[in-house]
Nanobody
Framework: QVQLVESGGGLVQAGDSLRLSCAVS??????????MGWFRQAIGKEREFVAA????????TYADSVKGRFTISRDNVKNTVYLQMDSLKPEDTAVYYC???????????????????WGQGTRVTVSS
């Protein structure tokens, strides 16, 4: 069974940086999981796509709202996915979730329904 555990959330001020981590555990991860994603959900809003990275190639995709400010990366040795968040804004406040997609796709999916495994989330609060 694949497990995802996020960490690194917290309270920061606008303009600050934060790095989230997602530790991935389970059997044959590199063979099972093809894409890792980060999503977020603010209070009263639907969960939305933030970024994704292909486990093997490292190809990354981003939501327009975070492009140029956030960077997704992965460490295949540590089985960990990161989300570096710079120039944070109050509208980035949300619970951030790590997710894993088992399906090989031409492009990384931004749909929550395409992801098979989810972490418990880590809260990020950005004050103005």
């Amino acid at each position: 069974q694949v497990q995802l555990v996020e960490s690194g959330g917290g309270l920061v001020q606008a303009g600050d940086s934060l790095r989230l981590s997602c530790a991935v555990s389970g059997p044959r991860i590199s063979m099972q999981l093809h894409t890792m994603g980060w999503f977020r959900q603010a209070i009263g809003k639907e969960r939305e796509f933030v970024a994704a990275i292909k486990w093997s190639s490292g190809k990354a995709t981003y939501a327009d709202s975070v492009k140029g400010r956030f960077t997704i990366s992965r460490d295949n040795v540590k089985n960990t996915v990161y989300l570096q968040m710079d120039s944070l804004k109050p509208e980035d406040t949300a619970v951030y979730y790590c997710a894993a997609d088992r399906t090989t796709r031409w492009q990384s999916s931004s749909l929550t329904s395409d992801y098979d495994y989810w972490g418990q989330g880590t809260r990020v609060t950005v004050s103005s």
